[in-house]
């Protein structure tokens, strides 16, 4: 070339590619420069030593492929079909570039050798690729379209099928049941914590969702998300059962849950009856170990929860030991917790009484 700089549109680069658009607007250049209607190979790969042989070829199979030049594979001859091409105005150029008119779809068509090749440089299999051609012509057909090159049309189809395959299969690769290991990533809880949910009420959902989760047998692969909209949507009911008063106090023996625990309670589908029965040895159990708290509606609707679920048949071993875990956690005594100076206890007293209690009520 007579200079060593090459100009193209950004347009062109940005449908053809920016190494077609580079091979297209050398030969183009050269066909000038030489004023010719051709340009040999090995001109062009001359002028691209940036590339070796097969990627230039690549890069013209491409070219022919959309319809951009005619590459005569025998004598190593490239022209470029352009209606706006400024050189030459030969029978065989007019020819060539008639040849590009809008047409519809023939019921027959059928992708040519060297399209395979290029979906194959994709990454896409030869048996993909044909496996759409029916589809392809039934679309198209149906609509009645026209196109100038019905090659560069499938391609993109396949090209389309072939990525929202990828991804369907890659998100069945991630998708996986609940592990009773499972646990939150930081992020989860990072996200939860900045939404004002309590640390210890995070933690202490983990093993019923687990529990929700695993008993469903349902394959995920976004956990962490389901994790944070459960968590947001049961600490929601949970801060209705909050009592207003900041000072934890023992509960009283006439204790009763407020309105908001009820309406919270029909939200879990849990019987009213069924909470109430299970009011008195509630109230025992507390009465027992003498521990203050500001949230007993709190308390009691974990507490009914979980004589819920062992009626209604979560009682396998593996869930039990679950929500054992949990419960046992809330009710564990707190060291900076208040209790009345008159019923404070030693610490093995408190876990006989808790024996005791869990023992009697098959706790």
């Given at each position: 070339?007579?200079?060593?700089?090459?100009?193209?549109?950004?347009?062109?680069?940005?449908?053809?590619?920016?190494?077609?658009?580079?091979?297209?607007?050398?030969?183009?250049?050269?066909?000038?420069?030489?004023?010719?209607?051709?340009?040999?190979?090995?001109?062009?790969?001359?002028?691209?030593?940036?590339?070796?042989?097969?990627?230039?070829?690549?890069?013209?199979?491409?070219?022919?492929?959309?319809?951009?030049?005619?590459?005569?594979?025998?004598?190593?001859?490239?022209?470029?079909?352009?209606?706006?091409?400024?050189?030459?105005?030969?029978?065989?150029?007019?020819?060539?570039?008639?040849?590009?008119?809008?047409?519809?779809?023939?019921?027959?068509?059928?992708?040519?050798?060297?399209?395979?090749?290029?979906?194959?440089?994709?990454?896409?299999?030869?048996?993909?690729?044909?496996?759409?051609?029916?589809?392809?012509?039934?679309?198209?057909?149906?609509?009645?379209?026209?196109?100038?090159?019905?090659?560069?049309?499938?391609?993109?189809?396949?090209?389309?099928?072939?990525?929202?395959?990828?991804?369907?299969?890659?998100?069945?690769?991630?998708?996986?049941?609940?592990?009773?290991?499972?646990?939150?990533?930081?992020?989860?809880?990072?996200?939860?914590?900045?939404?004002?949910?309590?640390?210890?009420?995070?933690?202490?959902?983990?093993?019923?969702?687990?529990?929700?989760?695993?008993?469903?047998?349902?394959?995920?692969?976004?956990?962490?998300?389901?994790?944070?909209?459960?968590?947001?949507?049961?600490?929601?009911?949970?801060?209705?059962?909050?009592?207003?008063?900041?000072?934890?106090?023992?509960?009283?023996?006439?204790?009763k849950p407020s309105q908001d625990f009820y309406e919270v309670l029909a939200l879990t589908e849990i019987d009213k009856t069924f909470a109430d029965s299970v009011l008195s040895e509630f109230i025992l159990y507390w009465r027992?170990?003498?521990?203050?708290?500001?949230?007993?509606?709190?308390?009691?609707?974990?507490?009914?929860?979980?004589?819920?679920?062992?009626?209604?048949?979560?009682?396998?071993?593996?869930?039990?030991?679950?929500?054992?875990?949990?419960?046992?956690?809330?009710?564990?005594?707190?060291?900076?917790?208040?209790r009345p100076v008159n019923e404070v206890s030693s610490k093995e007293e408190i876990q006989s009484k808790l024996k005791e209690l869990k023992k009697k009520h098959l706790i």
């Amino acid at each position: 070339m007579a200079d060593n700089f090459l100009y193209f549109s950004k347009d062109v680069a940005k449908t053809l590619g920016l190494s077609e658009a580079v091979v297209l607007e050398t030969i183009k250049k050269g066909i000038n420069s030489q004023n010719n209607q051709f340009i040999e190979l090995r001109w062009i790969l001359n002028e691209t030593t940036f590339w070796n042989k097969k990627e230039v070829l690549t890069l013209l199979s491409k070219l022919q492929l959309k319809g951009l030049i005619i590459f005569d594979k025998d004598t190593k001859r490239i022209s470029v079909v352009s209606s706006r091409r400024k050189i030459g105005n030969s029978d065989s150029e007019r020819k060539a570039f008639e040849e590009r008119k809008e047409s519809f779809i023939e019921k027959n068509w059928e992708p040519n050798a060297a399209l395979i090749d290029q979906a194959n440089e994709y990454g896409i299999s030869k048996s993909f690729v044909l496996a759409l051609v029916d589809e392809f012509i039934h679309l198209h057909r149906e609509k009645s379209d026209t196109s100038h090159s019905w090659g560069i049309e499938f391609l993109r189809f396949v090209i389309k099928k072939w990525r929202k395959q990828e991804i369907s299969d890659f998100k069945k690769l991630k998708r996986k049941a609940i592990d009773q290991s499972w646990q939150p990533d930081k992020e989860a809880i990072e996200i939860l914590s900045k939404a004002g949910v309590n640390e210890e009420f995070i933690k202490e959902e983990i093993p019923e969702f687990i529990l929700y989760w695993g008993e469903k047998g349902e394959k995920s692969d976004t956990w962490n998300s389901k994790f944070i909209a459960q968590v947001r949507r049961q600490w929601a009911k949970t801060q209705h059962l909050i009592d207003n008063s900041e000072l934890p106090k023992p509960i009283s023996p006439s204790w009763k849950p407020s309105q908001d625990f009820y309406e919270v309670l029909a939200l879990t589908e849990i019987d009213k009856t069924f909470a109430d029965s299970v009011l008195s040895e509630f109230i025992l159990y507390w009465r027992e170990t003498g521990q203050a708290h500001n949230s007993w509606n709190s308390k009691f609707i974990q507490h009914v929860k979980y004589q819920w679920q062992k009626q209604e048949g979560f009682n396998r071993s593996s869930s039990l030991n679950d929500i054992d875990q949990r419960v046992k956690s809330t009710w564990e005594i707190k060291p900076n917790e208040k209790r009345p100076v008159n019923e404070v206890s030693s610490k093995e007293e408190i876990q006989s009484k808790l024996k005791e209690l869990k023992k009697k009520h098959l706790i």
